[in-house]
């Protein structure tokens, strides 16, 4: 649960504005936030999108770093979904995205909320120019972009047997999970049953969410995060699984 696998293929679908004389300079702060595929072209045809294609999203980060959430329809019409990350680095109407499979530089432009990039024919996964337009749906370091986002620290613990409320609990208060615009992390600390010391142990997920579910990645499959949000989403649980049985993880917000 711990590891995703890097999508390269999909990020060939960057483009820009065909009319860009490649001289405009490009504020980079816009690019800044989530980004949701609108519309794709093909070698100047419209394609029309299936439910999997319209969850394409992406994230450019202050630090060069760019997140991309792509989505293939299978053949029983589910959405395997793929995970990529990049640095990006922008000079004019220029961007570069590299990883550890290599670079590509496209064209793009922002306007009125919209994110253009043009792929041309040598780069693109299809040999020929792809065109796409992405919608701005979250303003970047947005903490109300999504309710789980933000910090939450342990109030309750529960399992089959008992619920114990851990706040005032010497190394089991310092629990906590943190969640930003793409990643979960869970930190729990426990006293050792021989020595009495504080251990820690941590899992960290990339995870996404379609209607009021959240999805995490792992072998370029997609699961279900066991994460509830409840109390006006001031309180998440988190039900995890051991050998013994599932424990429960009360967050409070804060």
């Known amino acids: 649960m711990r590891r995703i696998l890097f999508f390269m293929g999909a990020v060939l679908l960057f483009t820009a504005c065909g009319k860009d004389d490649g001289k405009e300079s490009v504020d980079t702060s816009e690019l800044l936030g989530m980004w949701q595929l609108e519309s794709l072209i093909n070698d100047g045809q419209p394609k029309a999108l299936n439910n999997c294609e319209r969850q394409w999203k992406q994230e450019f980060r202050e630090n060069n770093q760019l997140t991309f959430y792509h989505f293939d329809v299978q053949n029983d019409g589910s959405c395997k979904s793929e995970v990529a990350t990049y640095t990006y680095q922008v000079s004019g109407n220029q961007i570069t995205f590299s990883n550890e499979k290599g670079k590509m530089v496209n064209t793009f432009s922002v306007k009125e909320g919209k994110l253009t990039m043009v792929t041309p024919a040598s780069q693109s996964r299809t040999g020929k120019e792809e065109i796409a337009t992405y919608t701005k749906i979250t303003a970047n370091n947005n903490a109300d972009s999504d309710p789980i986002i933000g910090n939450w620290k342990i109030r ?20 906590y999970l943190q969640a930003d615009a793409t990643s979960i ?37 997609q699961f279900k995060l066991p994460i509830e ?26």
């Open 229 to 254: 949000l409840r109390d006006n989403n001031q309180t998440l649980m988190l039900d995890y699984p051991t050998q013994s049985g599932n424990i429960k993880f009360y967050f409070t917000r804060g």
């Open 185 to 221: 992390l869970f930190k729990l600390y426990l006293p050792d049953p021989k020595t009495n010391e504080c251990q820690s142990g941590q899992e960290q997920y990339q995870w996404f969410r379609q209607g009021d579910t959240y999805y995490f990645n792992q072998n370029g499959q």
């Open 156 to 175: 309750v613990i529960q399992d089959a047997s008992a619920t114990v409320e851990v706040t005032n609990k010497p190394c089991v208060k310092d629990t």
